[in-house]
């Protein structure tokens, strides 16, 4: 039985599709913060966070996709963090990401 149909969920919240441009945050006890892309995109596919764009957005040290040792490939610029959805991922409805900035410096 569907969520909604119990009353947890309405029909407009369940009507609700995402995609690879919806992001939600938190921040960790250790400083980072984890980013979340509530779909699991395509292996290759870039994804753009926006949250770290522009002239005062903190400098990226690093960042991980969550369950996954493995390097990730990644890049700042004033677009935001571009990631790039690896193959396997072993994702199939979100993926999570650590990023750690560097929150002394600007760009």
């Given at each position: 039985?569907?969520?909604?149909?119990?009353?947890?969920?309405?029909?407009?919240?369940?009507a609700v599709s995402f995609d690879q441009r919806d992001f939600r945050f938190?921040?960790?006890?250790d400083g980072a913060v984890y980013a979340f892309?509530?779909?699991a995109p395509d292996a290759g596919t870039i994804l753009t966070i926006r949250s770290f764009a522009g002239k005062k957005a903190e400098?990226?040290?690093?960042?991980?996709?969550?369950?996954r040792q493995r390097d990730l490939n990644w890049s700042q610029d004033g677009d935001g963090l571009k990631i790039e959805v690896p193959r396997?991922?072993?994702h199939n409805?979100?993926?999570?990401?650590r990023i750690?900035?560097?929150?002394?410096?600007?760009?």
């Open positions: 039985m569907d969520i909604w149909r119990k009353g947890a969920l309405g029909e407009r919240q369940h938190t921040q960790g006890r892309c509530l779909v400098k990226v040290k690093s960042a991980h996709l969550l369950g396997d991922h072993g409805i979100a993926m999570g990401f750690a900035a560097d929150k002394d410096r600007h760009r």
